[in-house]
């Protein structure tokens, strides 16, 4: 077998792995094993690719090349494996975020690298094909790069979750797409040009940061989402460049399942992703009337850790809705411990997971999922509704705007229309929040007045410790 069927067969087999983990990634139960096998097929990617260097099959400048992938792999897969080990789960949106920065930065760094070599050859060395792919890729990754890192500030808290309309915002927004098509049409139509392509590149870079600034933090898991999708194309498009068959499908396959997912979550919130593209309606950091006040009107029941714990022990059936309250506490083990303890006393304990819930997508069942909560207790939105009808008890854990009633009752609301847990139909409701202040759509919950309502304030892991405690007394 010759050295160049034997990479093909390594790239291969490198995709192979890719379209298998990423099937394995549709189910809880198997997601780890997904994972594992894209990671396998990656290094496999790695491994073609240093094949080919070696083999003189790829293009290279200098005699330093050895020393700069050794202190790539070393650096770069340090850095990922000490932030994928250390990061808090609360933060992981905040790296998923950067992570996506960095494979559309990385995308768009292939397509000017063979830019500049081609230039240098000429003005007319590129083929049509290789410059549209050039120019896409330069386009989409740089406003991958900026947009996610931009939405990365506004999940760790270093910009605001409000939307930030900037003065005359369309109209700046109007220019740059103007000028990335003029200089876009320039490069494929008339020559390959550098400064052209440093115009085209500091508009996508400006138009990234543009575009997601106005977008307000209740939209941060969609445009995530949209951001994840923007890095698997331009990867795939940096494929084209370098005529690369393992890139094409990897980003084909990132591009596909991104954009897939951001169209079901966006279909979740009731909205289209050209709206949540134009101006979300996220305000973060807005607060409202202190613990024990009043919202929508009307007036909250505080209960206390003695009252919650005498319904949760005497229940039959109970529903936790886990929330961005219970990942800012690090709650998820605690949570597990109470429901375990539920179920030694013979009481039917569900999870409902609403799409959103949380800042990033799955959010709430990977932090679950830490806890070793059994897969089978998780329910997707459409599967738990019916069910809370059925309940004793809904255990809110700070989720806000996904249970909020206002979505099915108020047309007036910003949320009119968004599909909802239906905790409000349950018998009984206890939430668990750390103040009144609303979520990041930055309304009040009309959930929190219901009758049926009765409110714990505070921490949610220091809440739920006395709760378990309390619920041993019983």
Not at 36 to 60: N, P, R
Request: hydrophobic share 55%.
């Amino acid at each position: 077998m010759s050295l160049d069927t034997f990479i093909r067969l390594v790239y291969i087999v490198a995709a192979g792995c890719f379209v298998l983990g990423l099937h394995l990634m549709n189910s809880p139960a198997t997601a780890r094993r997904g994972n594992q096998l894209s990671a396998l097929g990656m290094a496999g990617a790695v491994l073609g690719t240093i094949l080919l260097i070696a083999a003189g099959d790829v293009s290279t400048s200098g005699t330093l090349i050895w020393p700069i992938i050794v202190v790539g792999i070393v650096v770069g897969g340090g850095a990922g494996a000490y932030s994928a080990r250390t990061v808090k789960m609360t933060a992981m949106p905040q790296l998923v975020s950067i992570f996506n920065a960095m494979g559309g930065g990385a995308a768009a760094l292939v397509a000017i690298d063979e830019f500049v070599r081609a230039a240098n050859l000429g003005p007319h060395t590129l083929g049509t094909a290789e410059v549209v792919a050039t120019v896409l890729d330069v386009v989409i990754g740089s406003v991958t790069f900026t947009g996610s890192l931009i939405a990365a500030g506004k999940l760790q808290g270093l910009i605001t979750g409000k939307p930030v309309k900037l003065p005359f915002g369309q109209g700046i927004n109007l220019v740059l797409a103007v000028v990335a098509l003029a200089t876009a049409l320039y490069l494929i139509l008339v020559g390959q040009i550098l400064l052209v392509l440093a115009l085209l590149l500091a508009a996508a870079l400006v138009f990234g940061v543009t575009m997601v600034l106005p977008i307000g933090g209740a939209d941060m898991p969609v445009v995530i989402s949209l951001l994840n999708a923007f890095t698997g194309t331009a990867v795939a498009m940096a494929g084209f460049v370098i005529d690369n068959p393992v890139l094409i499908i990897a980003g084909a396959l990132v591009g596909a399942s991104g954009g897939i997912l951001t169209k079901l979550m966006a279909d979740a919130m009731n909205r289209s992703i050209m709206n949540i593209i134009v101006g979300g309606f996220g305000t973060g950091d807005a607060g409202t009337a202190a613990a024990g006040g009043a919202t929508a009107g009307g007036s909250v029941r505080e209960l206390t850790v003695d009252d919650a714990a005498i319904q949760l022990s005497y229940a039959q059936r109970v529903i936790v809705v886990p929330g961005y309250g219970l990942a800012v506490a690090q709650a998820q083990h605690v949570t597990a411990e109470l429901a375990a303890l539920l179920e030694e006393r013979g009481v039917d304990v569900k999870y409902a997971i609403h799409p959103v819930a949380g800042r990033m997508p799955g959010h709430m069942n990977v932090l679950l999922a830490e806890a070793n909560v059994p897969y089978p207790q998780l329910w997707e939105m459409e599967d738990i509704n019916p069910e809370f009808q059925r309940a004793d008890v809904a255990l809110v854990l700070g989720a806000n705007d996904v249970t909020n009633p206002a979505a099915r009752s108020d047309p007036s609301s910003p949320i009119y229309g968004m599909p909802i847990l239906d905790v409000d139909k349950a018998a009984s409701i206890i939430v668990v929040k750390r103040s009144m202040r609303p979520g990041y759509a930055g309304i009040d919950n009309l959930l929190y007045t219901d009758p049926k309502t009765g409110m714990l304030f505070g921490d949610a892991k220091d809440v739920l410790t006395h709760l378990i405690s309390a619920v041993k007394a019983q």
